[in-house]
């Protein structure tokens, strides 16, 4: 069948754009005309759901997918199918992807642990509901502003899974991304994956591995002029340790990536809960404000205001105070003879160098200014 074009409906859904297309179908965005909402709405081709068990396999697991309840994670509105084409309908995200992001530059420490962090979560959550998402990848993966992750596609890879357990290699006339369906996209697929054998949750685990090594080092951890190289590298070689390339990554972290990326299901992390928790761990030591993707420049700047707000308050602070009356019973210090040295009162002796104090007799009042000034 065509591409649905601009203006369109499918069911009550107004299409507006086509954003994309691959190996699964085609991705749209549209209006949802009952509700005003934008949405995106992702079509399946129609030879993978020619399959009465595949529809009824990607009904139920878009059910469950729906019930997923976590801010990392693309919610599902719908599931139908019109006009000859199943398709879902998804949470529209205003973002970049990661891959848009990354642009074969490293990401920031404290940007990469994050995201990482916040997708790993999205994943564990998935996987204590049995799901396995299968195709983590930074095309999948969409940062808002602030830098909240979301996680896309879940439970798309899985319904795709052939029922006749075919080899990837048979489907020698796709593109590398399209291979990768459902065996995880090309170099981002765990080994198993690449195998075409059974997989569980910890190939997610070596996905994220591979997606966190690209963030930290702006390279893909698997490289290949073509897609059997990759696959061949993906389940026999070893990638360039990542504090070789970017020397700012602690070893805590490097231990982190190396465990992810094990070519043995069971010398990785057992549990994407397991690898989340190491995460937060080093963020909290990289930033203290943890979750949070920080900018430097807006780091300073807010230390700068800070440090400015203290001296005006104390300031405002002291202008008051020298307006109070004296207590009873109390006098202004006398004014020092002609050509007599002033005596430092007692507030200005105990007080730091620092803090510059200086005096100001008005009439029967005291006026003592201190403050620490901001340091650029």
């Known amino acids: 069948m065509a591409a649905l074009e601009p203006g369109s409906l499918l069911a009550h859904y107004r299409i507006l754009e086509k954003l994309g297309g691959g190996g699964q179908g085609t991705t749209y965005k549209a209006e949802d005309t009952r509700l005003s909402r934008p949405v995106v709405i992702k079509t ?20 469950l997918c729906s019930a997923l309840d976590n801010p990392n994670i693309c919610a ?13 309908v998804m949470q529209y995200i205003e973002g970049p992807t990661l891959r848009q992001i990354m642009t074969g530059r ?24 049995g799901i396995i998402h299968r195709d983590i990848k930074p095309s999948n993966i969409v ?24 080899d990837p290699a048979a489907r020698a006339d796709e593109s590398a991304t399209d291979l990768g ?3 995880g996209s090309m170099g981002y697929g765990s080994p198993e994956q690449a195998r075409g054998a059974r997989v569980d949750h910890r190939s997610d685990v070596f996905s994220l591995g591979a997606v966190l090594y ?25 990638p360039r340790p990542a504090d070789q390339i970017n020397p700012r990554i602690p070893p805590p972290l490097q231990s982190i990536v190396d465990r992810a990326l094990a070519k043995d299901p069971r010398e990785r992390y057992q549990t994407m809960a397991a690898l989340r928790d190491d995460l937060k761990a080093v963020m909290r030591r990289i930033a203290p404000e943890a979750g949070v993707v920080r900018d430097e420049a807006w780091s300073r700047l807010r230390r700068r205001r800070r440090a400015r707000a203290t001296w005006f308050l104390a300031g405002g602070l002291t202008r008051m105070l020298g307006r109070l009356p004296l207590p009873k019973g109390r006098r202004p210090p006398a004014a020092p003879a002609p050509g007599a040295e002033p005596v430092p009162s007692a507030a200005a002796t105990s007080r730091p160098a620092s803090w510059g104090t200086e005096t100001k007799p008005r009439g029967r009042f005291l006026l003592v200014l201190a403050g620490r000034r901001p340091r650029d």
């Open 44 to 63: 399946l081709r129609p030879e993978l759901a020619d399959s009465e068990g595949a529809r009824r396999r990607f009904e139920r697991e878009a059910c």
């Open 76 to 88: 599902i509105y719908d599931v139908g199918e019109a006009e000859g084409l199943a398709y879902i």
């Open 106 to 129: 490293p990401l920031d420490l404290r940007s990469a642990v994050s995201i990482a962090a916040q997708i790993a979560d999205a994943l564990a959550v998935a996987h204590s509901r």
């Open 143 to 166: 940062v808002q502003a602030g830098g909240q992750a979301k996680v896309l596609d879940f439970g798309l890879a899985k319904m795709l899974e052939p029922e006749d357990g075919s």
């Open 181 to 183: 369906v459902p065996y």
């Open 214 to 238: 690209e963030m930290l080092t702006g390279q893909r951890a698997f490289r290949g002029r073509y897609p059997i190289e990759v696959l061949h590298a993906v389940i026999h070689d070893t």
